[in-house]
């Protein structure tokens, strides 16, 4: 009876901790954005638990299914699954992104171990395997195209996993799955400790690096402050992630040769469009020289301009361009150039009215209608959320944006999804909650928040990732929005930007944040005579990242290999000019020790920008806001998420395959 009394008594606790947990619930809320104010940082590892508890039992009710395995029961129940870990996921992680505090980032830290071991468990789940591939191995010609692909996606993902290996491999890839998420956690939190070290130091935020660079005269400061952001976590202090990294490195290789490849690379780029590493290799190197081809250039009609200053007795005789002085030389290289100063077009710049013109651009080319979502509680004061409806009123989804730089958001931009559109098994097109993030200088008492022209850039290209989830048309969850292959996925976001600097869509949004005055055609036209500018730069610096990537993931083995030589080694091998580091140094390159999203993938930004490129040439042959051909893009690329090939989609959108010269003469470097 005292037993049966402690069983009920717990039952009842249980109860209550389940109604007082805004996970456990139906969210009443607009448009199924999560109640931030009601979320607790106490509710989101029991919330976690439950949802692994929860998605154990579904994925063993497939299982258990005693009719033969067919799309139905097995594919799309296993997409339909793991619904309340998806919850919690979607607002935990991009919580910890961008607004962490020290009791979330100790929850993330307990987080991550559980839900890798649970995602390996499904993955090495031989009884669920082979349901999966009596669905595989079965006739596939009454299956649509997205099923194909969602089929032929889960049924590969079991193959790249390790379902064929023994139980001692599949333990041991285990541990390593397991150990990689705590690394990519623990990177990510010692560079957010050096970024806010160096905001502590100079008093701006990396985030402001690159303006501020080109326009900080004093040379002395100007190196120390590349030389902080240049050794980000590379300091030998409790934040250096070079072991971090080398340890991320031998974990990969050992997965990769579990796994039956020699390095990550090759394991990484198996099923991407590129394929292979040689394919990735030759491709960068043909960017590359191009981009040193005009770096060369740049640092001399750079070095002429720093020979002014040594004339004058600025600067002492035979100083040279450094990296610390390319930026800025190079500004004062355009304004001579050019007669374009930046501090001046940013004074057209002003935030909300950008946030405006990304809007309305997308008003123009596929008749979306935003609408601020007033009174409604976010995960941030201010962070701000729109409902995006289609021209005929119909909902297409939320999107939050959260454009302010903070010491608990890591540095850069990007886009996730709180929640995904899919079609649910009742039928019900379920939409999409999007967030694009950026690092943006806040407004003070007496000045908004203006933005440079690179910021505007980021902004309209994050907003076409966020076009790519909210336009999304597909059935599945697995197949929708930005579930594409890693080197198509940019696609979307790179040809948004193309949009920002034309001139009818500058005047829609351009506007003097004093005067009100509409930007000038003489500052347009300057902007844009300016658009190709140093390039061998900003070209290099992409590309030389993109290689320093494929280059640890090539490596067979990290015995004996430094960081800092290693790193050396692969930009004297890549031609890269002394003036130029690349855009990430290992230490702080988050997008591929951070996260496994960009491993042997960074080159992605330059493959889809051969597509985003050649795409544009069609609009701008059609006219930049032709109806039919914006429409195509949209039904072909942004609905269609990965329910078909990447290529196919691409074709099906530009009538043939794409011209590969396209990023070149776009960049002016052809």
């Not at 930009?571 to 496994?596: A, D, K, Q, V, W």
């Amino acid at each position: 009876m005292k037993k049966t009394l402690i069983t009920i008594l717990s039952l009842m606790t249980m109860a209550a901790c389940n109604q007082s947990n805004p996970f456990f619930a139906e969210w009443d809320t607009p448009f199924g954005i999560p109640p931030f104010d009601q979320i607790k940082e106490s509710h989101y590892l029991p919330a976690a638990k439950e949802g692994i508890k929860q998605h154990e039992a579904e994925i063993q009710a497939i299982i258990d299914n005693p009719e033969a395995p067919d799309f139905e029961n097995t594919i799309a129940a296993l997409d339909r699954s793991g619904a309340l870990l998806g919850k919690v996921s979607g607002v935990l992680f991009n919580v910890s992104e961008s607004d962490a505090t020290p009791t979330i980032n100790k929850i993330v830290e307990k987080a991550m171990p559980m839900i890798s071991d649970h995602s390996s468990s499904i993955n090495m789940n031989k009884a669920l395997y082979e349901r999966v591939k009596a669905v595989y191995d079965a006739d596939q010609s009454a299956l649509t195209t997205e099923q194909k692909m969602l089929l032929k996606d889960c049924y590969e993902g079991f193959e790249k996993n390790g379902i064929g290996l023994d139980e001692a491999s599949q333990k041991r890839l285990r541990e390593i799955n397991s150990e990689l998420s705590s690394l990519s956690l623990t990177f990510g939190n010692n560079l957010l400790a050096e970024s806010n070290a160096y905001k502590a130091e100079i008093g701006s935020s990396v985030s402001n690096y690159y303006d501020e660079m080109a326009t900080v005269a004093d040379r002395d400061l100007r190196e120390k402050m590349f030389r902080l952001y240049s050794n980000r976590a590379n300091n030998g202090n409790e934040n250096d992630n070079k072991a971090v990294l080398l340890r991320t490195m031998e974990l990969r290789i050992e997965k990769a040769k579990i796994l039956g490849y020699e390095t990550p690379a090759a394991q990484i780029l198996s099923d991407k469009m590129a394929g292979n590493a040689e394919t990735v290799d030759a491709f960068l190197s043909n960017i590359m020289e191009a981009a040193m081809a005009r770096a060369k250039e740049e640092v001399a009609d750079m070095q002429k301009v720093m020979d002014e200053d040594i004339a004058a007795g600025v600067l002492p005789e035979g100083t040279t361009i450094q990296p610390w002085d390319y930026m800025y030389y190079a500004e004062r290289v355009r304004r001579a150039r050019y007669a374009l100063d930046e501090s001046e077009v940013m004074k057209y710049f002003k935030m909300e009215n950008v946030r405006a013109g990304i809007f309305g651009n997308a008003t123009r080319l596929y008749g979306l209608q935003f609408e601020k979502i007033e009174d409604i509680a976010l995960f941030n004061p201010v962070a701000e959320a729109f409902k995006v409806s289609d021209a005929d009123g119909s909902l297409i989804g939320v999107i939050i944006t959260d454009y302010f730089s903070r010491e608990t958001k890591r540095a850069g931009a990007w886009m996730n999804n709180i929640s995904e559109q899919y079609v649910s098994v009742d039928g019900v097109n379920v939409r999409p909650v999007i967030v694009n993030i950026c690092n943006f200088n806040a407004p003070t008492a007496d000045k908004p928040s203006l933005l440079t022209i690179d910021q505007v850039e980021t902004a309209f290209h994050e907003f076409g990732h966020a076009l790519h989830g909210l336009l999304s048309q597909c059935c599945y969850k697995g197949t929708s929005g930005t579930n594409v292959k890693r080197d198509f996925v940019e696609l979307p976001s790179q040809i948004n930007e193309n949009w920002a600097f034309e001139k009818d869509v500058l005047s829609t949004y351009a506007f003097h944040y004093e005067t009100g005055e509409v930007i000038p055609d003489e500052l347009v036209a300057k902007v844009q005579a300016a658009s190709n500018f140093n390039q061998g730069f900003t070209t290099g610096e992409l590309c030389a990242a993109s290689i320093l990537d494929m280059k640890w993931h090539e490596l067979s083995s990290v015995e004996g290999v430094e960081v800092e030589a290693f790193e050396q080694k692969c930009c004297e091998e890549m031609g890269l000019i002394g003036e130029i580091i690349p855009r990430y140094r290992s230490t702080y390159f988050n997008h591929i020790f951070g996260g496994s999203g960009y491993s042997a993938g960074y080159y992605s930004y330059l493959w889809a920008e051969v597509l985003d490129k050649d795409a544009f040439e069609l609009f701008k042959q059609k006219g930049i806001f032709d109806s039919e051909t914006a429409m195509s893009f949209r039904r072909n690329v942004l609905e269609k998420g990965g329910s078909d090939e990447p290529m196919t989609l691409y074709r099906n959108f530009r009538g043939a395959d794409p011209d590969a010269s396209a990023l070149l003469r776009a960049r002016g470097l052809k």
